[in-house]
């Protein structure tokens, strides 16, 4: 299998060390369970993304594919969009040359990151487009995350299905005055996508939208480079399995196996095979004794065999283009 979506290094960790102590122990796990090879998304840019790149790609080739990120704090310099891209552009050239295996776009995107006048900035904004673009010149999918589950765009109410959930972490409520709607953020990556026809791109969690399974065979259906992961999602796929099923039959090459459970662990890729593969009944999504993201049970997706083979490597296997 290839983990197509997962975290290794250092920007999301609370004490700022690396999510894995001890790399030699999760290869020996990833062999156990017969993971071939994780995508750590977590490269940044310049000296985080060499430093990814040699703790894992380098020291065990073909285990580990480093994606790195693009600095957006320069979209709030002074200077011209000209001079903006250009920065941009040669900083993803810089990384790819480091050994970079492709960009991962957060969804600090679209919430969060804005430009000098203060303006947020969307996935379609102009700017964005042509380093996009440019991502796609130099041979580097793009795994993007645009907004986030639905609910967090929802009043918050305890009628908000994951109420529990926002509690823990009210900083992913995005409901509130002056945020673009669930709706406007999907429409501005639709838009995205449009305008790059010659990037390859990877939807992370189910396309951005499990929650809607009819959407997002709309969007594959409209975008030959669009690609979805799987990771961060069993909770919405076991609550629908017939619809997922139904999608991977639809799309057999453009769905790909990842799990987003960082750090990585064996019963992490049980459950997924679970869930994929099995028509078990009422089962928990998660390893953590609470329900993280609402408090329900899935059902397995019984997915053919024959789909498989694809969804758990082929498909990565030819985004990431892997020759060997
Ligand atoms: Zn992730």
């Known amino acids: 299998m290839i983990d197509a979506h997962n975290h290794l290094g250092r920007w999301l960790s609370e004490d700022d060390d690396w999510l894995v102590d001890d790399v030699g122990e999760l290869i020996g796990m990833l062999d156990d369970v017969g993971v071939d090879t994780v995508v750590n998304l977590d490269g940044r840019w310049g000296a985080e993304l060499e430093a990814n790149i040699a703790r894992y790609d380098e020291r065990h080739p073909g285990r580990f594919?480093?994606?790195?990120?693009?600095?957006?704090?320069?979209?709030?310099?002074?200077?011209?969009?000209?001079?903006?891209?250009?920065?941009?552009?040669?900083?993803?050239?810089?990384?790819?040359?480091?050994?970079?295996?492709?960009?991962?776009?957060?969804?600090?995107?679209?919430?969060?990151?804005?430009?000098?006048?203060?303006?947020?900035?969307?996935?379609?904004?102009?700017?964005?487009?042509?380093?996009l673009q440019t991502a796609g010149e130099l041979n580097l999918p793009v795994l993007i995350h645009t907004a986030d589950p639905v609910a967090f765009f929802e009043p918050l109410t305890r009628a908000n299905e994951r109420w529990d959930e926002l509690q823990v972490h009210p900083e992913w409520w995005f409901g509130g005055p002056g945020m673009p709607s669930f709706r406007h953020l999907m429409d501005r990556l639709d838009h995205l996508l449009t305008l790059c026809p010659g990037t390859t791109f990877i939807g992370a969690h189910v396309g951005c939208w499990a929650e809607d399974l009819g959407a997002v065979g709309r969007m594959l259906d409209e975008h030959p480079h669009w690609n979805v992961d799987i990771a961060g999602r069993l909770g919405e796929l076991g609550r629908t399995p017939l619809s997922f099923r139904s999608l991977v039959e639809r799309f057999p090459d453009r769905v790909l196996f990842g799990t987003d459970c960082f750090p990585p662990a064996a019963g992490d890729y049980a459950r997924h095979r679970r869930f994929l593969e099995t028509t078990d009944k009422d089962f928990a999504y998660s390893g953590d004794p609470t329900p993280p993201q609402g408090n329900w049970t899935i059902d397995g997706a019984g997915l053919d065999s024959r789909l498989l083979p694809g969804l758990y490597h082929d498909n990565a296997r030819r985004v990431l283009r892997l020759t060997d």
Not at 93 to 121: I, M, N
């Open 65 to 131: 594919l480093t994606f790195c990120h693009i600095d957006w704090s320069v979209l709030s310099s002074d200077d011209d969009e000209r001079s903006i891209v250009d920065t941009l552009s040669s900083q993803l050239a810089a990384s790819a040359a480091a050994g970079a295996r492709g960009v991962k776009v957060w969804k600090d995107l679209g919430l969060q990151v804005r430009d000098a006048s203060g303006a947020p900035v969307m996935p379609d904004d102009p700017r964005v487009v042509s380093v």
